[in-house]
């Protein structure tokens, strides 16, 4: 078979990776990729995620049995709909459906309609009217841009002069462009975060193990928010009873809703989650798989990933049983120094030729020059190790982590170890 894949970072490197397990796979494309994804697929870099027409092109040119839309503009644009169109098989959501992450509004006024448990909210639309909302508001509290802003389009005030320099730089300055039009103001929630993936085809869906991501920059959760700097699975707070109670009261509602609506959910769904003293709560929705979560959540999967894909497009995932290793597993990040704010790229790395069976380096953001493998991005490496306990995962993950040598490397150190401690309680 030949596959393609769109996107071009870590977890587009780990499906990869996942996919490769696969006897049948005889090639994979990834457009763009990048230069670590160059040794598992054959990346085709003048072809961004974004250009949708081209990607259908090549979809149909090369013969693509079937395809996997990983990032979240591709599916809001309607990549899978128009490779749906030129007759190619796919993984993903349509347009439509992918609203549930590409608008705040929408997916803040489904859960409302729908019982689904969320932070109350309202919605603005003029700049004036939020900041007279926000005089009697209790803080800290949460604003976000209604659509995709690259996943730093939500920011949480702790006063009144920040709420409205918030709204201000969103909705006046367009600090988010067109995304800001429209903000959501919420309620802060308190609790354990947890991040939990599933497949899904509309109707069966099947969760995969549940994870903790570590968002800010610094260690001790200190710094600017990231796109992720590390994560761990599973996630010790998401137990057995917490997860019967996602699946009855927002999971299953979720796709109902979404049927309900018109439009079906097919593909990756991620439920980002707040355990708190009411019960478990939505945080946000997002349309895909999430990155870093991919990157600790398929190293676990036993079953092969492409049958559960195939699964979901044909609408027969009831039918299939998913499994999961037992045992934990952790993802590093390796990121520019400066990073989420300005760094350097073009920095010349520097890996271990070899490393443990059970250690995966994931390239999210480099690129091939002159037989070189440079920097390109904030967030460079994701270092993964699966092991029978979490603790043993951190200590691989960390060991192969310092194997890695580029100037300006930086990392976390404390990844985890919010798991540990709950581990102990």
Known sequence: ???????????????????????????????????????????????????????????????????????????????????????????GP???????????????????????????YEVFNDPAKAMEYLQSASFPIVIKADG??????????????????????????????????????EEFLTGPEVSVLAFTDGTAIRPMVSSMD?????????????????????????????????????????????????CPFKGCLYFGLMITPNGPKVIEYNCRFGD??????????????????????????????VEWSDGAAACVILASGGYPSAYEKGKVMTLPETTPENVVIYHAGDKLAGGLLLTSGGRVLGVTATAPTLAEALKDAYAAAETVEFEGKYMRHDIGQRALAAMEV
């Open 148 to 185: 995709l802003a690259l996943g730093k389009g939500v920011l949480i005030p702790q006063d009144l002069d920040e709420a409205k320099a918030a709204v201000k730089s969103i909705m006046e300055d367009k600090a988010f462009g067109d995304s800001g039009n429209e903000i959501v103001i």
């Open 292 to 321: 870093p979560e991919t990157q600790v959540v398929l190293p676990l999967l036993k079953t092969d990933l492409l049958t559960v894909m195939q699964a979901v497009e044909n609408e027969t995932l009831s039918e299939l049983e």
């Open 94 to 120: 349509d347009a439509k459906a992918a609203r549930i992450e590409a608008s705040k509004v929408f997916s803040k006024n489904l859960m409302k309609k729908y019982g689904i448990p969320t932070a109350s």
């Open 1 to 91: 078979m030949k596959l393609l894949v769109v996107g071009g970072g870590g977890r587009e490197h780990a499906i990869i990776k996942k996919l490769k397990e696969n006897p049948s796979v005889k090639t994979i494309y990834a457009l763009p990729g990048n230069g670590g994804i160059a040794a598992d697929a054959v990346c085709i870099p003048e072809i961004g995620a974004k250009d949708i027409p081209a990607i259908v092109e090549f979809a149909k040119a090369n013969a693509i049995d079937f395809a996997v839309v990983a990032p979240d503009d591709p599916l809001a644009l309607g990549c899978v709909d128009r490779l749906h169109e030129a007759g190619i098989p796919c993984f």
């Open 214 to 262: 570590h968002k800010r920059a610094g260690d001790g959760d200190t710094g600017l928010n990231t796109g992720g700097m590390g994560t761990i699975a599973p996630n010790p707070c998401y137990t057995a009873e917490v997860a019967q109670v996602c699946m009855d009261t927002i999971f299953l509602p979720t796709l109902a809703a979404m049927r309900s609506e018109g």
